[in-house]
């Protein structure tokens, strides 16, 4: 697609208008949603076990209870979206809220958390993910650092139905090996109720439950297509609501077994591990290269996110701000091979950094609501409550190790 659809309409500085196009369908935009909450493969078989490890006689309890802890910062998503549908995502919604200024904070935020995640990220699949579902793939860390970047940067400047396709291929590529990993975990291990029960003592329980909701957060990131959606705002709340009870369902059904057998929530890659007690090396290898590609797709959909708040707040065609962020990413591969230990540094305040932008969202929405003729007691509730899901995330990003 030709970059010029997107280009600025009007005088320098002013608004860049949408670009007309809203060819993304529902289901193209379903896979994105999938990809970009984590992806539910990595969920599944790395990042939910190791946090319910403490928990893990209640497996399938803390899980689900996260699951439905989430819905309240998607409501708010949502309650916004059903009237603003724009390239601008989180900033447009509190440009809308509380004005320019604020919006600027939280963009800028926004902007700063995700190009520490793209900086860093590629360390943790070449030096954690892949040695642990590839043999011996340690010894080639270094050359996989340099291709994740490459691949991004490649995919991305493809254009937008490719690069919006390719998401889509990993997201549904990622539930059918999450439920063949539930699948597996199943047949194996058996589908104990227990693990729906309080079985495990209530401190780790609830510590579980709401740091396992943290893992959702990602979420947010198609807000960012609105402005490219077909029927944008049944698409956008079709598509999140979708997207979001798919993962959830492949979450819970692939970490509930593990119950069964404790011990493996705290094997390196649990899912991996799990698949290989079980199955052959095809199969095991396969989830854990999925869980590597699961975490490359979350990066890819950080970097079409970026690529839209250009276009939106500085009138930048799609193509300009490809080549941007593609700089960006692709310096990064030396600056993470010369100090290794860049993602263990800039996690944190990429973390921090995200928590605050999304504080904002949520503490301006009652404002919002309100002006769109939402009850304000509902408007309120959802607000304080999505809050307080962010002030936690900030605590929980201080006092822990998140991984």
């Known amino acids: 697609m030709a970059a010029s659809t997107f280009e600025v309409a009007g005088p320098a500085g002013s608004r860049p208008a949408e670009s007309g196009d809203r060819s993304t369908g529902l289901w193209t935009f379903v896979g994105v949603v999938v990809a970009s909450l984590r992806g539910p493969l990595a969920l599944a078989a ?31 998503w949502l309650g916004y979206s059903r009237q603003l549908q724009t390239s601008g995502g989180l900033f447009a919604f509190v440009e809308a809220a509380a004005g320019r200024r604020v919006a600027l904070v939280q963009g800028g935020l926004w902007v700063f958390s995700y190009v520490l995640y793209l ?21 080639h860390a270094g050359l996989v650092q340099a291709l994740v970047p490459l691949a991004l ?38 589908a104990p109720a227990s693990s729906f029960s309080a079985g495990a003592a209530t401190g780790p329980l609830a510590t579980a439950s709401a740091q396992t909701s943290l893992l959702y957060v990602c979420g947010s990131l198609p807000l960012f297509l609105g402005g490219e959606l077909r029927r944008p705002a049944a698409t956008t709340r079709r598509g999140l609501g979708i997207g979001y009870a798919l993962s959830a369902v492949v979450v819970v059904a692939a970490v509930f077994p593990m119950a069964a057998l404790p011990g493996v929530t705290r094997a390196g890659l649990p899912g991996v591990d799990l698949a290989a007690q079980f199955t052959s090396a095809p199969v095991w290898s396969s989830i854990g290269v999925g869980v590597a590609v699961s975490i490359a797709g979350v990066m890819l959909v950080e970097y079409v996110a970026l690529t839209r708040l250009l276009h939106h707040l500085a009138g930048w065609s799609l193509r300009g701000g490809t080549i941007a962020v593609g700089v960006v990413v692709l310096a990064s591969a030396p600056l993470t091979l010369a100090f290794p230990e860049l993602y263990d540094q800039l996690l944190k305040p990429s973390l921090i950094a995200l928590w605050i932008s999304q504080l904002i969202v949520f503490a301006v929405y009652p404002r919002f609501a309100r002006s769109h003729g939402t009850a304000p007691a509902a408007a309120w509730g959802l607000g304080l409550a999505a809050s307080a899901f962010a002030l936690y995330g900030m605590w929980a990003t201080l006092g822990h190790d998140l991984g």
């Open 46 to 76: 790395l990042y939910a076990p190791h946090i319910v490890a403490d928990a893990s006689a209640s497996a399938g309890l803390a899980t689900a209870a996260a699951a439905v802890v989430f819905l309240v910062p998607l409501a708010v």
């Open 153 to 190: 940067v490649a995919v991305a400047a493809a254009g937008r139905r490719t690069t919006l396709g390719a998401l889509a291929l990993v997201g549904f590529g990622q539930l059918g090996l999450a439920a063949l990993l539930a699948g597996i975990a199943v047949t194996h291990l058996g």
């Open 119 to 139: 900086l860093s990220t590629t360390a943790e699949i070449a030096r954690d993910v892949l040695p642990a579902a590839v043999p011996g793939s340690a010894r």
